[in-house]
């Protein structure tokens, strides 16, 4: 009989090839997330961060919080480059058309403004769209306040603290080696954000403010302190406001240094605006000071946008102009005066904008914006604000997880789980016929050793 064994022919190349998958997919996925060609969040930022052609904004109050049968400002410009405006019409879902105006010839830039009045509660829609010579564009509401929103009543901001009764030291005058220091708070009751304007006796620098609150989301909080360098009375001022030019209200302090038993002077609240200034509308603020009002982003926030739009409006002091040469626009030093748009509200009144080219550098970021007034009035205002990852952006091993990256190891995950049980099939599977050959067993001659030895035993 012939005897023989089996020898397999090949090695099985797809038990080899699973093997390799298998041990290639973590490298894979880790090559995915390291790799910045897949990083897509710079796309993201270029298209929902573009200017829109259109813009229509409510000026300083808070969309989200417009009190019932006011009178609003609506104003609606654009942001051109080479085309011309022929037409434009703006709308309201529920008002129908609040405003349209053709332009005869056509112009490059428009900037306009018309009343709003909302008469019912809820939420409110805006839309328009303004015609081009080649095309149409439409309106869109500022990207600060997508949310139209009206309310029954909107309350003003309300002052919690006293300069008299909080500040410390609490006597009625300090030396010049006394430190001062009040910590001013100020809350609204329907979280709108809070504007301010602080002046302090001019030439006298030793009371240094520090904004703990910007006054966003209706909270701010300012401490004052400092060492007086001479003797003398100081005055303060600051005036608050949420938009509403009857929400204005102000506190003013003297700070008596070396005069001891000197009468602190009555507080009176100063009558601003002037008695016999009518409003056109009930968010239009005038001061009899310049100021520089709503900064975006606000004062010592935190942002997570690298390409967050800058913007403020300069205010002219009661009667006066804007000396449109005089404006400057820093940012970190930088002179972007020539890069930043300026749309012209009123002869008292522009709109800076600033938005980079390119993602601003994680950090803190220092705005710095000077003007003049016809009245002769100066004034700059500094403030900062800080870049920081997106809190959103999970990482892994350090690297962002974006949602193109979680969704492309999603992929690769079902494939490993898919790919397990035909590797153990291929592994386990019956051995076929033809994967094997019959090798014959060749019997040595003669007889084995083993028998010998069992024969001379036996």
């Known amino acids: 009989m012939r005897r023989t064994f089996r020898k397999r022919q090949k090695p099985i190349l797809s038990l080899i090839f699973s093997a390799f998958i298998l041990l290639t997919i973590p490298v894979a996925i880790y090559s995915l997330l390291s790799s910045q060609s897949f990083d897509m969040r710079h796309l993201a930022y270029e298209q929902i961060y573009q200017k829109p052609k259109c813009i229509i904004h409510i000026p300083y109050v808070n969309s989200k919080t417009l009190a019932l049968d006011k009178k609003y400002q609506i ?17 309201e879902k529920d008002a129908g058309e609040l405003f349209s105006k053709t332009y005869t010839p056509p112009v490059q830039e428009i900037t306009e403004i018309f009343v709003f009045s909302p008469n019912k509660l809820g939420e409110r829609s805006f839309y328009g769209e303004i015609q081009t010579e080649s095309r149409k564009y439409s309106c869109k509401m500022d990207e600060s306040q997508q949310l139209v929103y009206v309310i029954e009543q909107n309350h003003p901001p309300e002052f919690l603290t006293d300069p008299y009764y909080s500040a410390q030291p609490a006597s009625s005058s300090l030396s010049t080696d006394e430190v001062y220091e009040y910590t001013l708070e100020v809350v609204d009751k ?22 703990v609150e910007s006054g966003k989301d209706g909270r701010l909080k300012i401490r004052f302190s400092g060492t007086p360098d001479r003797d003398g009375s100081y ?38 605006p002037p008695a016999d200034f009518d409003f056109d509308f009930d968010n239009e603020i005038a001061l009899p000071e310049a100021q520089i009002a709503k900064m975006l982003p606000r004062e010592n926030s935190y942002v997570t946008n690298p390409r967050t739009t800058i913007s403020t409006n300069i205010i002219a002091s009661y009667n006066a102009t804007i000396d449109e040469n005089s404006i400057v626009f820093k940012l970190n030093d930088s002179n972007l005066t020539k890069q930043v748009d300026l749309v012209k509200i009123s002869q008292s009144e522009i709109l800076l904008r600033y938005t980079p080219e390119q993602n601003l550098e994680r950090g803190e970021h220092r705005v710095y914006v000077y003007f ?7 004034i700059d205002k500094e403030w900062t604000f800080t870049l920081e990852a997106d809190p959103s952006e999970e990482t892994f091993l350090g690297i962002p997880v974006t949602t193109f990256v979680i969704f492309i190891m999603g992929i690769l995950l079902i494939l490993f789980a898919l790919s397990i049980p035909w590797v153990i099939y291929i592994a386990w599977k019956k051995d076929q016929p033809q994967d094997y050959e019959e090798i014959s067993i060749i019997k040595p001659k003669g007889e084995s050793s083993y028998k010998k030895s069992f024969e001379k035993e036996s």
């Open 75 to 91: 104003h609606v410009y654009t942001n051109l480059q080479n085309e011309k405006v022929r037409s434009i019409n703006i709308n």
């Open 190 to 211: 329907d979280l709108d954000q809070i504007e301010y304007h602080y002046s302090f006796t001019p030439r006298a620098l030793w009371l240094r403010k520090n904004v």
């Open 235 to 272: 005055l303060a001022n600051i005036f608050v406001h949420d938009g509403y030019n009857k929400h204005l209200s102000a506190q003013s302090w003297i700070i008596s240094v070396g005069q001891e038993g000197t009468d602190i002077p009555v507080r009176k609240e100063p009558k601003y």
């Open 372 to 378: 003049k007034d016809s009245e002769g009035y100066e």
